[in-house]
């Protein structure tokens, strides 16, 4: 079992025991004005994220950390009714011209980490600065005290972050492997008794894993398996959704269940899982060996998981580099947002997780289009059958920054077939039931949290505009281009973050990172390399 546990330490770099080192917790807040005693956004056009239609203009009450009141103000474009309106404001907010949405919820989120020099203080303003109220940590990589810690402190708006949801990866806080169904189960225990939301898998043996999931949800804890491959010749998303399995991460498993004509992956013969290089050049193949779409396999995968009530969580931007790494290595906003010690992470490296574009060639992006094309047809027709997709980031690898990652999530599930309020209804609402608080969360209701964003373009027209660096438009007028939208401020619990304060936060962390490296406080991040 020796090889299992250092397997699943070569996996991925997120196992507790590679979170030795401290992380720099995030500091006591000092953005953010609120809660107020009755704080109005007037004139707004509200998505409240059900998947209703666009409707302004509103006035929206926020009384503390709660939505109190919706209240329609006239027709668009026309006069204000102004007797409708609602008074005795606090603070006001004149949110003419401007789009609410509910704050988004990254499903796959992880906090930084010892490796990539990311303090907690950049990730979580990074997450704020677009938008995303809600987090949650899928292996809580810095440690389990530490999470729980941030998550704590986020709950009472101690520090300027969205409010956290922390799932251990399976064995945390354990120096041996869990080999039996009864030490799953302790352990599964131990994690409802110290305050964990669920659990992250990524492999265990059949029994084992059966018995964690299901213990999981005996103690109401949600579960989120990322199926390593090293596991998958033994299960795959069907077994893990019957076991009770919640939310499937990225698409690991899924062309498992859709082998027809073969039952293994089948993969050259000098491939070796321990090079990330091999690992993720072929993960580029498996969509190609599943059964077709339309396929009487294809239909019977995504009905039972939809009887199941199982979420996907698809992740597909973090795997973006491998369709054009170029777009990912050059994003516009690393020479401004991304620290050095992160940009050192992502460089190729026989250490670092997720950096392993070696050589990467023409014909592995070739071959990651189509596995993309496949996949996004499966994750589409899920949601068209009922199903209910969230969505992830799993930002701070393979050139995905925190925040921007979350955006460019949204677009993907856009060119997956999604619609811009389907789009917006999995960033929210779905992402909320997935972790069982649409109670609370996830919709602009009255009587939930106030939990918002406001941006000054429309997102339905274009998600660029949700991007911290903005979307670029030609001005006819002036014959010049332009940025427009990003998000203007974020609500979370009441609290009115204002956004561009939190991205100027960051980029003044990224130039001191930079001084401090040696490097001019505004160079840029190794264009010619
Ligand atoms: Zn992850």
Redesign the pocket.
């Known amino acids: 079992m020796r090889r299992l546990a250092s397997l699943v330490a070569a996996l991925?770099l997120?196992v507790p025991a590679a979170a030795a080192q401290d992380v720099p917790a995030a500091p006591d807040r000092e953005r953010g004005g609120g809660p107020y005693d009755r704080l109005i956004l007037r004139g707004a056009t509200l998505v409240d994220g059900t998947g209703a239609p666009p409707r302004g203009p509103v006035d929206i009450v926020i009384e503390e950390d709660r939505i109190a009141r919706i209240q329609a103000v006239g027709a668009p474009g026309g006069p204000v009714d102004e007797a409708a309106r609602p008074e005795g404001a606090s603070r006001e907010i004149d949110a003419t011209g401007l789009y609410v949405l509910p704050g988004f919820v990254d499903m796959?989120a992880?906090l930084g980490g010892a490796a990539q020099g990311t303090p907690a203080e950049y990730v979580l303003k990074l997450w704020m600065a677009h938008g995303i109220t809600t987090a949650r940590e899928?292996?809580a990589g810095n440690g389990l005290d530490w999470t729980l810690r941030h998550r704590e402190r986020s709950a009472a708006n101690a520090i300027t972050a969205p409010r956290l949801l922390v799932y251990p990866a399976l064995g945390t806080d354990r120096d041996a492997p869990l080999t039996t169904p009864e030490a799953a189960r302790t352990w599964v225990r131990r994690m409802a008794e110290e305050g964990a939301d669920g659990i992250k898998v990524f492999q265990a043996p059949p029994d084992v894993l059966r018995a964690s999931l299901q213990e999981a949800e005996a103690q109401g804890l949600r579960t989120a398996m990322?199926h390593a491959q090293p596991g998958t010749a033994r299960y795959d998303v069907l077994d893990t959704a019957t076991w009770g399995l919640t939310t499937g991460?990225h698409f690991y498993g899924y062309p498992e269940a859709l082998f027809t004509d073969r039952s293994l992956q089948d993969f050259p013969s000098d491939y070796n899982y321990q090079d990330e290089g091999d690992r993720f050049r072929y993960a580029g193949h498996m969509w190609q060996q599943a059964a077709a779409p339309g396929s009487a396999r294809w239909d019977t995968v995504l009905d039972s998981l939809r009887a199941l009530d199982f979420t996907m969580v698809p992740?597909f931007g973090i795997y973006e580099a491998n369709r054009d790494l170029m777009r990912a290595r050059r994003a516009e906003w690393h020479d401004t947002y991304t620290l050095p010690s992160l940009w050192n992470y992502y460089k190729p490296s026989f250490e670092n997780h997720g950096s392993y574009h070696y050589f990467w060639s023409s014909g592995d992006e070739a071959a990651w289009d189509t596995h993309y094309d496949r996949w996004m047809q499966f994750v589409n027709e899920y949601k068209n059958r009922g199903g209910r997709v969230g969505a992830g980031s799993?930002s701070g690898f393979i050139f995905k920054l925190y925040g921007f990652g979350y955006v460019r999530e949204l677009e993907l599930l856009r060119e997956a077939g999604f619609s811009p309020l389907e789009v917006i209804r999995s960033a929210t609402l779905e992402g909320a039931k997935a972790l069982g608080r649409a109670d609370r969360i996830g919709s602009v209701e009255v009587g939930k949290q106030a939990d918002l964003l406001l941006v000054d373009e429309n997102p339905l027209a274009n998600l660029k505009v949700l991007y911290g660096t903005q979307a670029l438009r030609f001005d006819k007028d002036d014959r010049a281009l332009e940025r427009v939208g990003g998000v203007d401020y974020t609500i979370k619990d009441g609290i009115v973050f204002d956004a561009d304060t939190l991205l100027r936060d960051v980029a003044q962390m990224v130039r001191e990172a930079k001084k401090e490296a040696g490097m001019a406080p505004d160079a840029d991040l190794e264009l010619t390399q």
């Open positions: 991925c997120l796959h992880h899928n292996a990322h991460e992740t799993d």
